[in-house]
């Protein structure tokens, strides 16, 4: 099986910055699309940026020119990298990968991490 594992949330005052990791195990064959949500209370999960295969990247309005994801193919991980953050940033993060696992036939399916919570506080 596999897991995806996120880290590197905590408490922020507006301006400062965090960087988020997310580390993919198990039998992995090949890892496609790499996407960081988030949801805020009371809000529906939101897509804030996702990085392709072949490291395209696209990100939503509201993070645009503050936040950057990028992965690290041999570690299996992708990062969001935030800047600038906001109040209104404050949401727990989920990673997202789109996975194939196990051999001799690899099956592809969608995975998500536990999550980790991020507080812009002032």
């Known amino acids: 099986q596999v897991q995806l594992v996120e880290s590197g949330g905590g408490l922020v005052q507006p301006g400062g910055s965090l960087r988020l990791s997310c580390e993919a195990s198990?039998?992995?064959?090949?890892?496609?699309?790499m996407d960081w949500y988030r949801q805020a209370p009371g809000k529906q999960r939101e897509l804030v940026a996702t990085?392709?295969?072949?490291?395209?990247?696209n990100y939503a309005d509201a993070v645009k020119g503050r936040f950057t994801i990028s992965r690290d193919n041999a570690k299996n991980t992708v990062y969001l990298q935030m800047n600038s953050l906001k109040p209104e940033d404050t949401a727990v993060y989920y990673c997202?990968?789109?996975?194939?696992?196990?051999?001799?036939?690899?099956?592809?399916?969608?995975?998500w991490g536990q999550g980790t919570q991020v507080t812009v506080f002032s």
């Open positions: 990085i392709s295969s072949s490291e395209t990247t």
């Open positions: 198990g039998s992995i064959f090949s890892i496609y699309a």
């Open positions: 997202n990968a789109d996975i194939a696992y196990g051999l001799p036939i690899p099956t592809r399916r969608i995975y």
